[in-house]
Nanobody, 121 residues
């Protein structure tokens, strides 16, 4: 199983970016949890947003509530993070993370590669 992250880039304060995460590598997967973490310079990795089954429960970090939106993608086993009203403090490397079930390995936590988001003032 692989988590492939895409998107990110550089914007000015108040701008918009979106990130996408695609789960691949197995013919049968159940995505129990998918979300995004970030590492800001000099800080520990922190949760940004996640979707958890059952119930598609969504959780956000307080710092991004009202500005970021996480959702399931239109393509199966993808998740989107839409980031609006971006601030310089959102500058970080963003990582996709998921708990994925496969018949071969059961439920396992996986991480995607990081993608850089830079917000300039």
């Amino acid at each position: 199983v692989q988590l492939q992250a895409s998107g990110g880039g550089s914007v000015q304060t108040g701008g918009y970016l979106s990130l996408s995460c695609e789960v691949s590598g197995s013919t049968f997967t159940v995505v129990n949890r998918i979300g995004w973490y970030r590492e800001r310079p000099g800080q520990q990795r922190e949760l940004v947003a996640k979707i958890v089954r059952p119930g598609e429960r969504i959780a956000y970090a307080e710092s991004v509530k009202g500005r970021f939106t996480i959702s399931r993608g239109s393509i199966e086993n993808t998740a989107l993070l839409q980031m609006s009203d971006l601030k310089p403090e959102d500058t970080a490397v963003y990582y996709c993370e998921g708990n994925i079930y496969t018949r071969a390995q059961g439920s396992v936590d996986y991480w995607g590669q990081g993608t850089q988001v830079t917000v300039s003032s």
